[in-house]
């Protein structure tokens, strides 16, 4: 069994930054990818972000140029660093790790409310 729990989020003025963390532990024997979605009220879950492993980077046409993934494989952690925020980036943030046997988890979410 896998666990991620998220940290990071708050409440952010439009135009600032913040870093939200994944922390993975449990029975990761390989990772084939890990990455972000959200999910704001009222809308269906979406892809944000993810990092194949010793791969590529993937980004959503809306976070591309102000959101930025990476990883730390040692810790088995993935961070998401948002800059210039807006209000539309609202939403619970949720991280998600896929194995190389295709089993996919995810976190409870955090958290990011981006509000004047």
């Known amino acids: 069994q896998v666990q991620l729990v998220e940290s990071g989020g708050g409440l952010v003025q439009p135009g600032g930054s913040l870093r939200l963390s994944c922390a993975a532990s449990?029975?990761?024997?390989?990772?084939?990818?890990m990455g972000w979605y959200r999910q704001a009220p009222g809308k269906q879950r979406e892809w944000v972000a993810h990092?194949?492993?010793?791969?590529?980077?993937n980004y959503a046409d809306s976070v591309k140029g102000r959101f930025t993934i990476s990883r730390d494989n040692a810790k088995d952690m993935v961070y998401l660093q948002m800059n210039s925020l807006k209000p539309e980036d609202t939403a619970v943030y949720y991280c998600?790790?896929?194995?190389?046997?295709?089993?996919?988890?995810w976190g409870q979410g955090t958290q990011v409310t981006v509000s004047s």
């Open positions: 449990g029975s990761i024997f390989s990772i084939y990818r």
């Open positions: 998600n790790l896929v194995t190389r046997t295709a089993d996919s988890y």
């Open positions: 990092m194949v492993t010793g791969a590529y980077t």
